[in-house]
């Protein structure tokens, strides 16, 4: 069976702590692969690792870390083929799915090959006579990175490629769950010219996150995963003197008024809610439908169900893959029963005809889904999708801003005036006009509000540049004899 270990200093590192995990094909449940579980003197080897490359690395100049840029964007972009097939065999979405993730991962790489002039700082000359102030971007020292099951090619682009073009080393800790991606892209990092120790690569579990955390050498953390955990991270990070940002979980809506194009809506409720398997942070879980046109977009959506086409990413066709785990399967499914039980109506059951190998769930559809049923509250990150129904736009939005979560939401109406009251009036971090999932592009930055944020940075992007540097700012004199002398005032500008 193969076994994976870690990526340090440039090399595969076998783990040594005795401690591993399985990795599952979800499309047939069996275990394909065992994963390595980095013990705390192994991540503080990578620590150290990191940390003995960074004087060098930091030295390096702003063109020469492009030019490796530029070389990890080529390499990645020749081995799309290869990273999404990793995908769909351990994460089990479908081909066209996981090459969708490797292209938006590589936006992100290519924002970063502009490092030279994302680093430039300000300048003000004669500031007060004969000075001049400027400020400068420098990198903080090893970070390290924390990333979800979900999207493991993309998420580790969105931290590594301003990372390390901003001159930090990193040591990236995957998910368990399907580690290859990871491992692979550190591959092509070290072809790209990437000098050894900048990026490494520890498996693992709980163990390896918590010394993370409490090293003392790792000066910052970056995280995307569930509420629960992103809190911890924070809370933990922040207490042990890290700058972090922490990407918790979502309760996305789409809010549909009246004057809407139902057709629209209702091919971007089915594409948002079900697409990668509902495993996404920015899918749409909730459709708020004003009453007037209710009825008929629930048809609507119902109708283009049982079009969606369900299985294995390896079965040409297939449109929909399996959940991640078992556990995960079963947790949906729970999700589903609940939801009759607290009054909703199941309109399509995603547990009925799955394929009985793997962990499938199929499309479901619930309607009459209400505030305070778990369905409604609870982040369920799989294909179901709850319609809610209200009055119009005042209801639409008091639910959205009520709601516990803040990452992204849509709004589908043909009414200008509507659509810009809802981006002033909406408490959510992304926002979609007629545009149900916004993740953003590569050159504007990506996160949420409330609790789906912890944290003063949103991810890549700008945000992300400043994530990774500190600014100094530096008030420059060169002598002058004739105009020195002993002030013990406070500094004056005038």
């Known amino acids: 069976m193969n076994r994976i270990s870690h990526w340090i200093d440039g090399k595969v590192e076998v783990g040594a702590s005795g401690r591993s995990g399985p990795v599952f094909d979800p499309a047939t449940g069996e275990q394909q692969a065992s994963v390595d579980f980095a013990s705390a003197a192994e991540v503080d080897r990578a620590v150290a690792v990191a940390k003995a490359a960074f004087p060098a690395w930091r030295s390096t100049s702003l063109s020469r870390r492009a030019e490796v840029l530029f070389r990890v964007r080529e390499l990645v972009d020749a081995n799309r083929k290869e990273i999404a097939t990793l995908l769909s065999k351990e994460h089990g979405k479908v081909l066209g799915d996981a090459l969708g993730e490797v292209a938006r991962g590589l936006e992100n790489i290519e924002f970063a090959c502009g490092i030279p002039n994302l680093m430039k700082g300000s300048y003000s000359e004669q500031a007060s006579t004969g000075i001049d102030v400027y400020s400068i971007k420098q990198p903080l020292g090893v970070v390290a990175g924390i990333t979800p099951f979900n999207f493991p090619a993309m998420v580790p682009m969105w931290m590594f490629a301003n990372a390390l073009a901003c001159g930090n080393t990193m040591v990236l800790k995957p998910s368990e769950k399907d580690p290859s991606a990871s491992m692979f892209v550190a591959e092509l990092l070290k072809q790209a010219g990437l000098p050894d120790g900048v990026y490494n690569v520890v498996n693992g579990d709980k163990v390896a996150v918590d010394r993370l955390l409490e090293h003392p050498d790792v000066q910052a953390i970056s995280f995307v995963g569930s509420t629960p955990i992103a809190r911890h991270i924070y809370e933990t990070g922040t207490r042990n003197g890290k700058r972090v940002q922490a990407l918790g979980g979502a309760k996305n809506h789409m809010l549909v008024l009246a004057d809407a194009d139902l057709d629209m809506a209702a091919d971007a409720a089915v594409s948002a809610a079900y697409g990668s398997a509902g495993e996404r942070c920015m899918a749409v879980s909730v459709v708020l439908a004003s009453e007037a046109i209710a009825d008929d977009l629930v048809a609507k959506i119902k109708d283009r169900i049982p079009a969606i086409k369900v299985g294995p990413a390896a079965e040409d066709g297939n449109e929909m893959g399996p959940l991640i785990t078992g556990e995960h399967r079963d947790k949906v499914e729970g999700y589903i029963a609940g ?59 008091a639910l959205i801003n009520a709601n516990q979560y803040g990452n992204g939401t849509a709004i589908f109406t043909r009414d ?79």
């Open 339 to 397: 939801a009759a039980d607290e009054g909703a109506q199941v309109l399509v059951d995603g547990r009925e005809g799955a394929p009985a190998r793997g962990f499938f769930v199929k499309p479901t559809l619930l309607d009459g889904v209400k505030p305070g049923m778990r369905c409604y509250d609870d982040e369920i990150f799989g294909p179901v999708l709850s319609i809610t129904r209200v009055r119009g736009y005042d209801d639409g939005v």
């Open 416 to 494: 200008g005036g509507a659509a810009r009251q809802f981006e002033f009036d909406v408490q959510v971090g992304m926002v979609g006009v007629n545009v149900p999932v916004p993740v953003p592009v590569s050159y504007y930055s990506f996160g949420g509000w409330k609790s789906s944020l912890f944290g003063d940075q949103h991810i890549y992007g700008p945000e992300g540049v400043n994530f990774y540097t500190r600014s100094k700012v530096v008030t420059r004199r060169w002598p002058d004899p004739r105009t020195s002398k002993v002030d013990l005032g406070f500094p004056q500008n005038r």
